[in-house]
């Protein structure tokens, strides 16, 4: 179903026809995206906050950049909800960064807002930005990023959990192939397709040079291809073994990726508790991927109130 369909079950819905509410609330229980934000939509203009905030919620898990914004507009208003202004600013960014302009306004205005309250809760504190919500009880995986991460890993978008990354201080002026950080680095230029034609076949190979000789970063790179299947047949214990070697070595996408590989069951049994260590220890470094999984496993388990 798409928006526009699901739209306009909404307004008929709104008219009074019945079998027009039952057909968008039938799409919404199957997982469409459209209808379950349109259904949020009309519950929330009949003023019943309580259904309409689980289903815009679950649209905006989805990535419905309108569903974010309305989100962000329940938290900033206290429609159903609590007002919050960390809340909603992470919701308004999302739509945001999917381009929802209308959703610009509001948002920093909440920024503001979540300044003022955080300058008078912790005078001597700088205030502080992150605000998160929950996620569904198995957060979506990522697909891989192509840029480079020295250091942390880039938010996702929604569902994070691979991330390309080069090591930390790699030597500019030229490659040694028998420096593992060299060897990552060329390994990375090969699957961004930097400096050369994109081959995922020779990524793994040099990803795999680094990583046997103890490289973290390369580690985690070449679980990222067995992830994935790019360079070599997809294998999720394998990838699962990468990650691991990675994380075991503090490195912070391995360590979050090696927690989504716990939460989903990717290659291992699944285990919430060890998938919860791995992202802590990730978000302790600074990972915003980790962080995001951590909030929306914590806001999960705390529903908003109605």
């Not at 002026?173 to 090969?190: F, M, V």
Request: aromatic share 10%.
């Amino acid at each position: 179903m798409t928006s526009e369909q699901a739209h306009q079950l909404c307004l008929q819905a709104r008219a009074g026809n019945s079998a027009a509410l039952s057909d968008l609330t039938l799409a919404a229980q199957k997982g469409n995206r459209s209808a379950e934000n349109w259904l949020g939509v009309y519950y929330g203009l009949e003023h019943k906050y309580s259904v309409a905030v689980p289903w815009t919620r679950k649209a905006a898990l989805q990535g419905d950049p309108l569903a974010e914004f309305v989100m962000g507009s329940v938290y900033y208003y206290g429609n159903g909800v609590a007002k919050n202004p960390g809340k909603a600013v992470y919701w308004l960014q999302l739509a945001v960064d999917q381009g929802f302009q209308k959703g610009e306004g509001m948002l920093k205005q909440a920024q503001e807002k979540l300044k003022a309250t955080a300058a008078n809760s912790h005078p001597s504190a700088p205030a502080s930005s992150a605000a998160t919500d929950s996620a569904p009880a198995n957060p979506p995986v990522p697909a891989v990023t192509s840029h480079a991460n020295t250091q942390t890993a880039q938010t996702p978008a929604r569902k994070p959990a691979s991330t390309i990354t080069v090591a930390q201080h790699i030597p500019a002026p030229k490659i040694q192939p028998l420096n593992p950080s060299a060897e990552n680095q060329r390994g990375y230029a090969y699957y961004s397709g930097q400096g050369q034609p994109q081959n995922y076949a020779k990524a793994v190979y040099w990803f795999r040079k680094a990583a046997l000789q103890g490289n973290a970063s390369a580690e985690n790179n070449l679980g990222v291809a067995y992830n994935h299947g790019q360079g070599v047949p997809k294998n999720l214990a394998k990838a699962f073994y990468w990650y691991q070697k990675a994380a075991q070595q503090g490195n912070p996408s391995g360590e979050t990726n090696l927690g989504v590989a716990y939460y989903e069951g990717d290659g291992t049994p699944s285990n919430t508790p060890n998938a919860l260590h791995w992202w802590k220890l990730a978000a302790n470094q600074g990972d915003q991927r980790a962080q995001s999984y951590l909030s929306v496993v914590h806001l999960t388990s705390h529903p908003a109130t109605s």
